[in-house]
């Protein structure tokens, strides 16, 4: 339970983290890592998220990136990422806004081969304040939130048919004294079964069966079981394709303060096309519909919509833009909301030299929303300089 949607608006600070998903640097026997550092300042008309009274400021985040692979045998590796920021707010905002943040791309994992199964072993964290990546949030500046998912996976290949089963435990913490009573823990269990048609296309079914605690007396706590059909194909040597619906259910407890007392009961898809379109420009398009954790009540649905393209526009220029949509359906409780919210975003990286870059981000979500008051627009404009050691 993380609050972080599957598309939405986190493409102007991707673009300018330092480090994450580059090529290693460094070798040290049979240890790998790859470091980076950034500096950016940037420039935001509503960090509230207001309708009216809203607040601007400029912010200064210093970023730096550690990652690693360890292989201790010829089977077996240990890799790691560690991303963190540290952002400061120049104007009337002070230290009440001023954090130090730790990447969402943060992990360790640890992959065990044995015969026939492959035991992975992760451990995720993260610790982020932006508050506009949560669509049902306005006005407010914060959203401080640490995330923890520790869990493992073992796989069984059975040559074309691989089985699966996976465990995890998340926690949330929400530092946000009004937003204290979310904090939660929660454990899946989620078994699956993946089959190889052929070298272009597997199919497959994934389930789930969780359980969601609450700490506080506002959020009910919940059962929830989901399951469905996938498929991924590669239908060209330009066009990849993926897809999965399946079923999804909820069931609450009753009589927490947020006075809700709808269970969830429907189902959920997600559709992904990309295409190659020549040796320097790509796109691809995703959209879905997915049940996620409510703020003020049970449950959010929340389908959406997200179109990327890219151009490596010469050797040293590349260009990235995103346009996407998301609609927010509260469940029945004493406070809630629809919302109906609306992004595009666009990115320039140039490369000075082999190791070094600087890049300029542009984003704009607007949001519709019943009540009107929890409306809002949003603009920010990110500049930077990178890097990689």
């Known amino acids: 339970m993380t609050y972080q949607p599957l598309a939405g608006p986190n493409a102007t600070q991707a673009m300018l983290e330092p480090g994450i998903n580059q090529p290693f640097t460094i070798r040290l026997g049979n240890v790998s890592l790859r470091t980076g550092a950034g500096i950016s300042i940037g420039y935001n008309d509503n960090i509230n998220l207001a309708k009216t ?48 943040l730790i990447s969402p791309d943060s992990q360790l994992q640890f992959n065990i081969l044995v015969g026939d199964f492959k035991i992975t072993l992760h451990e995720g964290f993260a610790y982020q304040n932006d508050p506009i990546s949560v669509g049902e949030i306005s006005n407010d500046s914060n959203f401080s939130r640490f995330t923890n998912d520790a869990g493992l ?3 069984w290949d059975l040559d074309d048919v691989t089985a699966s089963l996976g465990y995890d435990h998340d926690n949330l913490w929400v530092f946000q004294k009004q937003y204290s009573y979310l904090d939660n823990q929660v454990d899946v269990i989620s078994p699956a079964v993946e089959v190889n048609l ?4 597997q199919v497959g079914v994934n389930t789930t069966f969780s359980d969601t605690q609450y700490s506080g007396d506002v959020q009910n706590n919940s059962t929830g079981f989901t399951a469905g059909p996938f498929v991924t194909a590669q239908l060209s040597d330009f066009i990849s394709v993926n897809g999965q619906v399946g079923y999804t259910m909820t069931n609450f407890n009753r009589g927490g303060l947020n006075g809700d007392s709808e269970n969830s009961s429907t189902y959920y898809y997600q559709v992904g096309v990309s295409h190659r379109i020549n040796d320097t420009m790509s796109e691809s398009v995703t959209g879905g519909r997915q049940t996620i954790p409510g703020i003020t009540s049970n449950f959010t649905d929340r389908t959406f919509a997200n179109y990327s393209f890219n151009w490596q526009a010469t050797t040293y220029l590349s260009v990235n833009s995103n346009l996407w949509y998301e609609n927010l359906d509260d469940s029945e409780a004493s406070t809630r909301q629809t919302a109906d919210r609306y992004g595009a975003g666009l990115n320039l990286s140039y490369g000075l030299t082999d190791h070094a870059s600087v890049g300029m981000a542009y984003q704009y979500v607007l949001k519709v929303a019943d009540p009107s008051y929890l409306g809002y627009y949003q603009d920010s404009t990110t500049l930077g300089f990178n890097y990689e050691f």
């Open 53 to 100: 009274a809203r607040d601007a400021d400029s912010i200064e985040t210093v970023s730096f990136n550690l990652g690693g692979n360890w292989q201790p045998t010829d089977i077996n590796n240990l890799s790691f990422n560690l991303g963190w920021d540290y952002q400061w707010y120049n104007f009337n905002h002070g230290q009440s806004n001023d954090s130090f």
């Open 153 to 155: 996976t073992v796989y």
């Open 198 to 201: 052929s070298k272009a296309v």
